[in-house]
């Protein structure tokens, strides 16, 4: 299990006991906050975000250090902050975040209203994808009696 399944897990829980969860990779929602912004309705997109108790935002490290990118995302944690939850996950410690917000002020407030009244969890774990990956390739696949191409699943020729 890596960080996102973990996030949907928890965000899964949250929908069983009624709770309103919105699952997202970072870098979509924040193009969406862009468009916003140049529509000049930023304000609109993040009050629409409101209607869920969790925000999950995904690969946040995957956001570029960019002023206008990093600008709407802090925007949506500082509206947030205190008021609805957020989750996300990174491939980076908060050391290394200076890598995503491009001035060190911008930096500090996210990551001091992030980790406020927060729970951290950090999973020093392989990567599940590399993983699934390596044991696919040395696991000998069986074939199918009849089929020419193990991965083929329709009719037999």
Not at 65 to 82: H, K, N
Not at 142 to 150: F, Y
Request: glycine share 6%; net charge positive.
């Amino acid at each position: 299990m890596g960080k996102s399944h973990l996030l949907c897990a928890i965000g899964s829980g949250l929908i069983d006991y009624g709770y309103g969860v919105h699952f997202t990779r970072t870098s979509d929602l924040v193009q969406k906050l862009q468009i916003g912004r140049r529509e000049m309705r930023l304000p609109a997109e993040i009050s629409r975000l409101d209607r869920f108790d969790l925000l999950i935002l995904d690969d946040l490290s995957y956001v570029r250090r960019d002023q206008t990118e990093t600008s709407v995302l802090f925007e949506l944690v500082a509206v947030r902050y205190e008021r609805k939850s957020l989750a996300l996950t990174a491939n980076q410690l908060f050391s290394g975040w200076d890598q995503v917000f491009p001035e060190p002020a911008i930096t500090l407030a996210a990551v001091d209203r992030l980790v406020h009244h927060s729970t951290i969890f950090e999973l020093n774990l392989e990567s599940y994808r590399r993983r699934a990956a390596a044991t696919a390739s040395t696991t000998p696949q069986p074939r199918k009696k009849g089929l020419r191409n193990p991965r083929f699943t329709g009719r037999d020729n």
